[in-house]
């Protein structure tokens, strides 16, 4: 309990702090930074910790006769681990890549004060405090989307809170649906409405919720702000519209789908039927679109577009396959994607090149980051040994187990679009002009280069020993079958 | 343990090549005696058909494991053979070729792949190595990265993707169907769900028939074998196309070799057969029109291919009694490395003192190298099957196969059997053409630079001396590595199968006398009637349909995209228009004043205000309509009572 | 037709007071002197005022004092009447404030008349505009 | 004594501040001295209406009758605190207390001169007054005298900022108003031609009994009354003087305007529509589906307008209005949930639009410009202005924790109690609108780049207001304990008939 409140609070006092210290002094700063999100993560794996351990730990309380609770499961304690560990190699990038930015005051403020939200997404234990935090989230990351100030910034940021509030708005409604049904908004209890049987109205609700989860989830006629909020600074874009922001509303549908309806109820609705496909759409379209952009980061957005409704597919194959394919994803993908946004990160800086067409002899410069960059592309095609292809094994598996073996052909599809939306990347890289002088040197590029080089390397070594992060997704799907 | 040992050598390798910078040591030579060696001690028992497993103790839903059979011991010693000889070669010619570090190193690495692949004990590892294998050899392809280079490297990359990708998801359905974790050389399974297993099977047939050019996914490879340096080219078509055939032996291996019909995916052997077929015949057409010799040798290695599927069809087809078609097959697979790489590397002997590869350019060139043309011409022999060297003794095999199919009736099987014997002319012809425009015909004009080298004569020399002692004792080899090798595979009748069998028989030394005179014979009226020039029509060609089929994928995606992206910007050009619009009318609104409705000038008040007050007259008139009809027509007959004024309610003070 | 005008006739305070608030209504709203929308607001009150004192109106009715020695009088009701004392001090007091608020905005514009003002207001807020 | 306090209390809230309001033109001259009294005066108001509310809630909800001057009902003037009146009381005196503050030495520039603050003060104490009377009273004739006091007082207010435009603004206020107090008194005037009772009680009982007999009567009085009141409270059609009135006027009254005085006149309407027609005859006429209909129809055309607007009171003004919407769905919902919504949703709304028009107030009188897109750097430079805006703006998009969000949960769960699919909907949407018309004030203010300008936080009192109405936010969102359970049992008791 002293955990969770500390692992919470780590993140927001130190955001706080940071708001308090003097305009310069960047080294302090740095220092308070990594100190409180290293204490974050910490504390929040002591959770997660404990919750496989089997222990319940519950803070609770209530907001005008409604009860919000923060009660970790298995679930949210894997969301935890992924974004708490994330956030610390963000961080150390962060140092290297915002050296000599503006506004890092701002900027470490709201990162450390969105960390904390985050984690409060992660281990909330009902609806209302999922929500309260999902709500909070969109504010605390918005000063970092228009980070640049520009007014295509502005703009996205405008994008942003559009698409998140009127989502949020779709899920009140339905939480007070849930609510007028249930009078409880708790997950521990196994999924709510799992009692009631087949309400009148329930699919609708099902669709309130995925459509308003699905708007930071990014599902495809809901995505349009991910791509725009590319223009934040590469350890937001590579933390948050990669990983953090963008899996809270992948969570929340996990969530809606295993706790609040329950696998059963879902599958006997006809638009828990349809939703299978709608990811498979997202995971198509997504992918190809991706290949046709031309700026590097938006390529990688609308890519993180559709590897999301991977995760999602997972889970709405509502087998326990695709669940732990889907947990598996959320792990595995989480490591690669940032890899690849830090890559674009350190070659946009050191070369100032952010358009794929331009990339022609960036390997030579950057041999190190290319490689990983190449070895991140190579996982999100699926190749073996990378983490991805743990994942996508079990989401095929998830989909031919449901009878729904189209499914697993739309995976194939995407991994061999994804080939060609990366693959010509790196070759290009490589094909270049040799012998250019490096330019992965000083310390900004080695404390960028480190996270991306161990991030790679811990996707290259779970794929190799996926056991490592198993007891993980099995918990998840015991907890949840 | 020493099973895992042996992929991690040449790692160690790349770690050594680190260390030895600037010196001149042969790093891969050593490595690959060294696996060599290791290999023939560690693989002994296992060729004594005792099979080696070794799991590593690690937890989680993956525990890689490695196991070594028969099978297994003959692909690894033969790819450790193969890769020795090779590495005599390269250093030499790599010195012209440049790059020498970057090609050990993938070399090394392609090694390890390989031996990872024939190792892996279940189709995770499998697939992991096949995986690495896909990259590590994808750096020889492109080793040249120019514009050539990196187009036939996407398409090789490209098609080993997707075929790893068809592995997965065959895996995933077969571990759909199959109650138990999927393990290499444990035997046919038996399948919960046939259908799902049938199409596993297909996939993973599909993914392994890519890597072994099994038409019509053979496209990448004339392209990457091609433009690969030499030692390369040898080495893909060597032994890295024969990962497929081991992977489709695997295959077969889950279905099931030597048992009788009526097996979970019957159709598996009709469709080998079938598709070995198209292979050998697509394959020897396309080289018989091919100018560079390199791309000849590569179209060739598709054929080849064709044969060896072909021989595994047919054995799964025969079921009991197909034992002829698997051992026709893997000693095809060991003789067609072995002269395959002697042909390549004469040609990169030629390629690396004249620097051309076009046949049309060369001619003549006995006197310049006298060692290669003999050398080259025994190669030659060997592919085209003459009786005394080792391509005879596999294709007898597989022609007595394959003639056992036919006595069935089959259509299928008896066609087979006939352009079988076609494709044998038609290799003969494409040879005929190699060797006589290089070495014989007219002397070429091309300036012939440097000495050759003696690793060049020593390596092919190797290989020329196996390939003439497996043609004169082909019982030997047969016996020694391909009946255990079946016996491991379930295939118990093999030994039987060959105990009757002669080699040095009339009819089939004449039958193969007859093939190479009819081939010499289309050489010379190809040659001179000029047909070896005719492109095929786009049509006619896979690459091209292949490349009509992406146009039209492209346009029909393009058009589709197209109708989106104008949905999309509709239905946001309405959305702005109606918000803009929304926006601007409540701006004027809010802003009008003193305006005029009808002939009434409202002034003080916003007319909008006044129009709104309206509204909220009729409003509240349409409900007191709905709720009571007040605006009733017809008046109350009795007495108004609606304005009557109740007194008597009034309480009056007054009155008190 | 006939009921119609019976119901006229009875009632006919009802359809004065009726009529004048219309009229005040109109006035209020078409005019664009503020002197004569004023007028039209108290034209509007006079109906209420109206209404409610008819309303408290008993016809033959005494005056609303009491009288000990012969208590079964009929009254009319004094509490309309009382009441639309209190509304006609409310009345007077909208009418002074107007009349200040009038006298604020002459001296402001130099004009009482709505639409002078509007666009003279809207002149200056295009000079603040401008500024 | 302390029974004799607890006896007059109820008549105490309403006279005291109406006796000081007259006694405050004596001290003229001496702002000082004036301002302390009237602070001083909202002090003690706040502590009684305290009192009294927790006598009420000691009570159960009971409510504390009075009857003026000693007559009983129905014969005399009857006061009567129940839960309505003391939440209301409570949101009255403890807005006025930061406005006070607020107000205190920063009005000479507002109002032309230290001589008119005297008026000024003797205006709010009249309308405070009036808006207390209004809680508290349950005679019907009683209402339409305070409604008009509060009337003139609002007017007079509106027209002390020393502005041709204040005072075009307060003419035109005045006409309208005084057309609805005319249409309100003819409402009045129908119910008591057929009930013949000005107490509420009594007036209920016999409409009850007798309403079936000339329900176009009854209709007629209905339809006025809430015209009437409409206009007052400024319901969407009939809102056109609000944002004139509210923006030209000084900015302390901008917040008592639009805090209160327009929630003064909806109390009245509530108290009209549920204490002397009753849940059961507004739904048997049919006023339910009008008053939903016309919330949904202000809170989405309120916020539409608001979207349009560039300077920074008149789009508060114009929320103002999206509010009033919220107000009136509530009302038409009529169930326990959406009423407690509504009343709830009014205490909180005064309190945060009060924070937004004193904050707007200090930034418009700081930076001198009270255009949205030139509020730029106003973030950095007014750190506790700016950050009581955004607690306020926060809270009234019904972010979680924060005051605004209870209400707005109380209405949805009133709505889907009703059925009512649209109005789930309209709220929600009012919400997004909302923060689309509020969060660009604050990403302006904090996130564009800034001008060099020197501008300051106002002065400690101002600051101590702004803080004051924030906490308040946050309190009520965070803890609503007693405020919640007050509009719980109003809600009940208004929808029980006696």
Redesign the interface.
């Known amino acids: 309990m002293t955990d969770l409140a500390l692992a919470l609070l780590s993140g927001a006092v130190g955001g706080i702090l940071i708001g308090l210290t003097p305009r310069a002094g960047n080294r302090l700063r740095n220092i308070v930074a990594l100190v409180f999100s290293a204490a974050s993560t910490v504390f929040s794996w002591r959770v997660a910790g404990a919750v496989f351990a089997g222990r319940t730990i519950r803070i609770s309380g209530e907001i005008a006769g409604l009860a919000w609770s923060l009660q970790p499961d298995p679930l949210g304690a894997v969301f935890g681990l992924i974004v708490s560990t994330l956030w610390l190699f963000a961080g150390v990038y962060s140092f290297g890549y915002m050296a000599g930015e503006h506004k890092q005051r701002t900027y470490y403020t709201y990162f450390l004060l969105a960390f904390s939200v985050t984690l409060g997404v992660a281990f909330s234990g009902n609806l209302l405090a999922l929500y309260l935090f999902y709500e909070l989230l969109t504010f605390a990351t918005y000063p970092l989307v228009i980070h640049e100030r520009t007014s295509e910034a502005m703009k996205a940021g405008a994008k942003y809170i559009i698409y998140s509030l009127s989502g949020a708005g779709a899920i009140l409604i339905a939480i007070i649906i849930v609510y007028s049904w249930t009078g409880n908004l708790e997950f521990a209890g196994g999924p709510l409405l799992a009692g009631g049987g087949l309400r009148p109205g329930l699919g609708w609700v099902l669709a309130l919720f995925v459509a308003g989860f699905g708007v930071k989830a990014a599902i495809m006629p809901l995505h349009r702000w991910l791509p725009a909020a590319m223009c934040a600074p590469t350890p937001v874009s590579a933390l948050l519209h990669a990983v953090a922001v963008v899996y809270s509303g992948v969570y929340g549908i996990l969530r809606v789908i295993y706790s609040v309806f329950g696998h059963e109820l879902t599958g006997q609705l006809h638009v828990g039927r349809i939703l299978p496909w709608v990811a498979a759409f997202t995971i198509l379209a997504g992918v190809i679109i991706a290949t046709q952009q031309d700026e590097l980061k938006r390529r990688l957005a609308y890519h993180t577009v559709s590897q999301l409704s991977y995760i999602l597919l997972g889970a709405f194959t509502l087998h326990p396959w695709g669940l732990a394919g889907a947990i598996c994803h959320m792990i595995s993908y989480s490591t690669l994607k940032v890899t690849l946004f830090f890559g674009a990160g350190i070659i946009a800086k050191r070369t100032g090149k952010v358009r794929v067409s331009e990339m022609s002899g960036v390997g030579w410069q950057l041999p190190r980051t290319m490689a990983a960059f190449g070895v991140a592309s190579l996982g999100m095609i699926g190749m073996l040994p990378l983490n991805t292809f743990w994942s996508k094994y079990y989401l095929m598996r998830g989909g031919v187990a449901t009878g729904k073996w189209q499914l697993a052909l739309v995976l194939i599809t995407s991994g061999l679009i994804n080939a060609f939306c990366f693959i010509p990347t790196v070759v290009a890289a490589f094909a270049g002009e040799r012998g250019q002088p490096t330019l992965e040197t000083g310390s900004g590029t080695s404390l960028m280069l480190a996270p991306m080089l161990l991030l790679a390397g811990i996707a290259l070594l779970t794929g190799l020993w996926p056991g490592l992060v198993w007891p993980g997704v099995d918990a998840v799907v015991d907890w949840f079958f | 343990m020493l099973l895992m040992l042996l992929p991690i050598i040449p790692l160690l390798g790349i770690f050594a090549l680190r260390g030895t910078r600037g010196k001149s040591i042969n790093i891969p030579f050593v490595v690959s005696s060294l696996t060599l060696f290791m290999g023939q001690q560690v693989l002994r028992h296992a060729l004594g058909g005792n099979p080696l497993t070794y799991r590593l103790p ?5 525990v ?1 494991t490695f196991q070594a059979d028969a099978l297994s011991a003959v692909f690894v010693l033969l790819t450790a053979f193969l890769w020795w000889i090779v590495s005599i070669y390269s250093p030499e010619y790599m010195k012209h070729e440049g790059g020498t570090r970057r090609f050990e190193i993938s070399t090394l690495l392609t090694l390890s792949a390989i031996l990872g692949v024939f190792l892996a004990g279940d189709f ?1 590892t499998l ?2 190595f ?3 294998m ?2 590590a050899s994808f750096f020889w392809v ?1 080793h040249r ?1 120019n514009n050539e280079a ?1 187009r036939a ?2 398409f090789y ?2 098609f080993s ?2 075929g ?3 592995l ?2 065959g ?3 077969v ?2 169907a199959t109650p138990g974790l999927l393990a290499v050389g444990a035997g046919p399974v038996t399948p919960t769900n046939p259908q ?1 297993f049938s ?1 596993g099977v297909a996939a993973i047939a599909a993914g392994f028939g890519i890597k072994a050019g099994m038409a019509p996914l053979h496209l990448w490879l004339p392209h990457a074998h091609s433009v690969a340096p030499t030692p390369a080219s040898a080495l893909l078509s060597g032994l890295l196309i024969k990962v497929g055939a081991y992977g489709l032996i695997r295959t077969g291996e889950l279905v099931g070799w030597g048992l009788e019909l009526g097996h979970a995916a019957t159709w598996l052997g009709p469709a080998l057969t079938l598709l070995g077929t198209c292979t050998m015949l697509v394959g020897v057409i396309a080289a018989l029109l091919q100018s560079d010799a390199k791309r000849l040798l590569a179209y060739h290695s598709v054929s080849q291919m064709g044969y060896i599927i072909l021989g595994l069809g047919v054995g799964l087809f025969l079921g009991k009694t197909g034992g002829l078609g698997l051992l026709g097959s893997i000693y095809h697979v060991v003789n067609h490395a072995l002269f395959k790489a002697a042909l390549f590397l004469g040609v990169g002997v030629i390629y690396v003192r004249t620097g051309e590869t076009n046949l049309y350019n060369l001619g003549g060139l006995w006197r310049s190298f006298p060692v290669t043309a003999v050398l080259m011409f025994l190669a030659v022999l060997g592919i085209t099957g003459a009786p005394g060297l080792n391509g005879y003794a596999s294709k007898t095999l597989l022609h007595h196969a394959v003639s056992e199919a036919a006595r069935t009736g089959l259509p299928l099987m008896v066609w087979a059997e006939r352009l079988f014997l076609l494709v044998g002319v038609g290799t003969a012809a494409s040879f005929a053409k190699l060797f006589y425009l290089t070495f014989l015909g007219k002397p070429t004009k091309l300036a012939i630079s440097g000495g050759t080298s003696q690793r060049f004569h020593v390596s092919m020399a190797a290989l020329a001396l196996i390939m003439v002692g497996v043609g004169f004792r082909p019982k030997l080899f047969l016996e020694a590595l391909a009946v255990p090798t079946a016996r491991a595979l379930g295939m118990e009748t093999a030994a039987a199968t060959i105990a009757g069998l002669s080699f040095w028989n009339t009819g089939d030394v004449v039958g193969m006398l007859i093939t190479l005179g009819l081939g010499m014979v289309v050489c010379w009226i190809g040659l001179t009637t000029g047909a070896f020039h005719w492109t095929p029509p786009r049509w006619l060609t896979l690459e091209g349909l292949g490349k009509i089929v992406c146009y039209g994928l492209g346009a029909v ?1 393009r058009t589709g ?1 197209g109708y989106y992206r104008s949905a999309m910007e509709l239905v946001s050009d309405i959305g702005s228009t109606i918000i803009s619009r ?3 009318a ?2 004027r ?2 802003h009008s ?2 305006g005029t409705i009808g002939n ?7 007319a ?3 129009i ?2 309206v ?2 007259a009729v ?2 008139v349409f ?2 309509y ?3 009809g ?1 605006p009733r027509l017809r ?1 109350p ?1 009795s007495l ?4 009557r ?3 008597e ?7 008190h | 037709m006939r009921v119609l005008l019976d119901e006229l006739m009875v009632n006919y305070p009802y359809f004065a007071a009726m009529i004048l608030f219309i009229i005040g209504a109109f006035t209020v709203l078409t005019r664009s002197n503020l002197f004569k929308k004023l007028i039209g607001i108290n034209i509007m009150e006079s109906a209420i005022f109206l209404m409610f004192i008819a309303a408290g109106n008993i016809r033959g009715g005494a005056v609303p004092i009491l009288d000990e020695a012969n208590p079964q009088t009929v009254c009319i009701n004094p509490l309309p009447s009382a009441l639309m004392l209190t509304g006609i001090v409310v009345s007077v007091s909208v009418t002074a404030f107007a009349l200040a608020l009038i006298i604020r905005l002459h001296q402001s514009y130099g004009t009482t008349d709505a639409r002078r003002i509007a666009e003279l207001r809207k002149r200056w807020h295009a000079n603040e505009g401008n500024h | 004594m302390r029974a004799t306090i607890e006896v007059h209390l109820p008549v105490f809230v309403v006279i005291m501040p109406l006796f000081v309001a007259f006694v405050l033109p004596t001290l003229a001259r001496r702002i000082r001295l004036v301002e302390g009294v009237v602070t001083s005066t909202t002090v003690l108001w706040f502590l009684g209406a305290g009192y009294l509310a927790s006598l009420v809630l000691i009570r159960n909800g009971n409510p504390i009758g009075y009857s003026l001057g000693g007559w009983p009902a129905p014969w005399g003037i009857e006061l009567s605190v129940g839960s309505l009146s003391c939440l209301f009381l409570l949101m009255v005196a403890g807005v006025s207390l930061p406005v006070a503050l607020f107000a205190a030495g920063n009005m000479a520039h507002e109002v032309g001169g230290p001589k008119r603050i005297t008026r000024f003060y003797v205006l709010c104490l009249l309308l405070g007054g009036a808006l207390a009377g209004m809680a508290v009273t349950s005679d019907l004739f009683n209402v339409f005298v305070l409604v008009e006091v509060a009337t003139l007082s609002c007017c007079g207010l509106v027209s002390s900022r020393n502005h041709p435009l204040a005072a075009e603004a307060a003419f035109n206020y005045l006409i309208l108003a005084t057309l609805g107090s005319a249409l309100i008194l003819g409402g009045i005037g129908f119910l008591y031609i057929i009930t013949g009772h000005l107490n509420m009680g009594f007036a209920s009982q016999e409409l009850n009994r007798i309403w079936q007999e000339y329900p176009h009567v009854v209709w007629m009085a209905v339809s006025f009354l809430l015209v009437g009141f409409g206009v007052k409270s400024a319901l969407f059609p009939l809102h056109v003087w609000l944002p004139d009135a509210h923006s030209a006027a000084p900015s302390p009254a901008s917040a008592i305007l639009s805090g209160l005085a327009v929630k003064g006149y909806a109390i009245c309407l509530i108290k009209v529509l549920y204490n002397v027609f009753g849940v059961a005859l507004i739904q048997e006429l049919g006023m339910h589906r009008i008053l939903t209909l016309l919330g949904m129809i202000a809170i989405t055309a309120g916020s539409l307008f608001a979207l349009t607007q560039d300077k920074l009171k008149r789009r508060l003004a114009f929320s103002t209005v999206a509010q009033v919407g919220y107000i009136f769905l509530g009302l038409g919902l009529a169930n326990s949930m959406s009423l407690a919504g509504t009343l709830f949703h009014m205490a909180s709304h005064a309190v945060i639009k009060s924070g937004l028009f004193l904050a707007a107030g200090a930034i418009i009188a700081t930076t001198g410009n009270d255009r949205i897109s030139e509020m730029a750097g106003v973030g950095r430079q007014m750190p506790i202005t700016m950050a009581a805006f955004t607690v306020c703006s926060v809270s009234l998009v019904g972010i979680p924790l924060f005051s605004g969000f209870i209400g707005k949960w109380n209405l949805l769960l009133g709505s889907l109690e009703a059925g009512n699919r649209l109005a789930q909907a309209v709220i929600i949407l009012g919400s997004v609108l909302c923060a689309a018309y509020l969060f660009p004030i604050i990403r302006v203010a904090y996130f564009e780049p800034a001008p060099a300008a020197d501008w300051q936080d106002p002065g400690l009192p101002q600051k101590t207001a702004l803080i004051l109405l924030a906490a308040g936010v946050i309190l009520l969102g965070v803890a609503p304990g007693p405020f919640l359970e007050l509009a719980k049992r109003a809600a009940l008791d208004l929808l029980v008939m006696k």
């Open positions: 690690v937890s989680g839903p993956y890689p995770f697939l992991l096949f995986e690495l896909t990259v492109v990265w990196i490297g996407y990359l490209f993707i997707a790893g990708l068809l997965a998801l895996i995933v359905l571990g759909t799902a199409w995606s995209e929304l926006l601007s409540c701006h609104l809010d004043r003193d009434i000038t409202l002034a003080g008040i916003s909008d205000a006044a709104l007050l509204v909220l409003l509240i409900y007191a709905m709720e009571f007040l008046l007959a108004p009572t609606w304005l004024i109740p007194f309610s009034v309480p009056c003070l007054i009155a």
